[in-house]
């Protein structure tokens, strides 16, 4: 069984929705960043980690690559085009999407209030807005990878409703009908419910 160690309101959520698409039992421990939980788990305080017997991992998108492999699901092979392919959509989405959304939460109440530079959320919002266009036109099935849902969809989905909740652009007609139908999946709704 797994420890999730980081708060639901979290990258912590990906975690929690991923063993639940997975049917995997874990421990959830709803540790704010740098508590000592948090700590304990990781010297940097940063959420989410995952507590696999001895072993911690840190990095919500480490996290859900280990478990995609290791239970065989949600992801493509190693090794394979498609493995690749489908790592190319999850470092995009890292680094076009959440890295812009993080960029802006650092600066809305992450850092100390005389490092903010809150003027610099408008150009995050156009940026965001760009991005996202790109991932719409490269959605061609259900999914990002077709007509299997893999990493790269739950990291997006996740995005998409931090995107909202932040007051950044709409993401346009295509992917909000993608994110709503991942959204309804039972897992998601279950990782949503928890306190």
């Given at each position: 069984?797994?420890?999730?160690?980081?708060?639901?309101?979290?990258?912590?959520?990906?975690?929690?929705?991923?063993?639940?698409?997975?049917?995997?039992?874990?421990?959830?421990?709803?540790?704010?960043?740098?508590?000592?939980?948090?700590?304990?788990?990781?010297?940097?305080?940063?959420?989410p980690?995952?507590?696999?017997?001895d072993?911690?991992?840190t990095?919500?998108?480490?996290?859900?690559?280990f478990?995609?492999?290791?239970h065989?699901?949600?992801?493509?092979?190693?090794?394979?085009?498609a493995r690749?392919?489908?790592?190319?959509?999850?470092?995009?989405?890292?680094?076009?999407?959440?890295?812009?959304?993080w960029?802006?939460?650092?600066?809305?109440f992450?850092?100390?209030?005389?490092?903010?530079?809150?003027?610099?959320?408008?150009?995050?919002?156009?940026?965001?807005?760009?991005?996202?266009?790109?991932?719409?036109?490269?959605?061609?099935?259900?999914?990002?990878?077709?007509?299997?849902?893999?990493?790269?969809d739950?990291?997006?989905?996740?995005?998409?409703?931090?995107?909202?909740?932040?007051?950044?652009?709409?993401?346009?007609?295509?992917?909000?009908?993608?994110?709503?139908?991942?959204?309804?999946r039972?897992?998601?709704?279950k990782?949503?419910?928890?306190?």
């Open positions: 069984m797994y420890d999730v160690i980081g708060t639901r309101a979290s990258r912590a959520f990906r975690v929690l929705w991923m063993l639940e698409e997975l049917g995997q039992e874990y421990t959830h421990i709803p540790a704010a960043p740098r508590s000592e939980e948090a700590l304990a788990a990781n010297p940097s305080g940063k959420i980690a995952l507590r696999d017997g072993a911690v991992l990095d919500s998108a480490a996290i859900m690559t478990l995609a492999d290791k065989r699901a949600l992801t493509n092979a190693p090794g394979t085009i690749a392919r489908q790592d190319a959509f999850t470092h995009q989405i890292l680094d076009d999407i959440d890295g812009v959304l960029a802006a939460a650092r600066h809305s992450i850092l100390p209030e005389e490092q903010r530079v809150p003027e610099v959320k408008d150009s995050l919002k156009w940026e965001y807005a760009r991005n996202i266009a790109r991932l719409s036109d490269a959605l061609e099935g259900l999914f990002l990878m077709g007509e299997e849902m893999t990493v790269p739950m990291l997006l989905t996740h995005c998409l409703g931090w995107a909202q909740k932040a007051g950044f652009p709409d993401a346009g007609e295509k992917l909000n009908a993608y994110a709503a139908a991942i959204m309804a039972p897992a998601f709704q990782a949503a419910a928890l306190p």
